[in-house]
């Protein structure tokens, strides 16, 4: 089992996709914008961050390099409808 931290501020995808991820057995919190997963990080201790990119308070890559100063060895998986090149690009620095 897993603790995975979802931030994503849609909640009907976030919801199918927390409900599928307990499914398998695993923890799952659920954040709908950044400045409520800040918190979570250290009160939770996921294992794992589902982060999406796309946040009216700023971007999931910003967010990331901020979090990654405390905790640069935590997984991230970037969850986007973005396909341009610069954008898998960021993500994949």
């Not at 400045?35 to 990119?53: I, R």
């Amino acid at each position: 089992m897993y603790k995975i931290l979802l931030v994503d501020d849609e909640e009907s995808l976030a919801g199918s996709l927390k409900d599928n991820l307990e499914i398998e057995g695993h923890e799952v919190m659920y954040a709908s914008n950044l400045q409520s997963a800040k918190p979570l990080l250290d009160s939770f201790n996921p294992h794992l961050l589902l982060l999406d990119v796309n946040f009216s308070e700023g971007t999931g890559f910003q967010f990331y390099k901020e979090i990654k100063k405390t905790k640069p060895t935590l997984p991230v998986i970037f969850l986007s409808a973005r396909t341009n090149e610069l954008d898998v690009v960021l993500g994949l620095n």
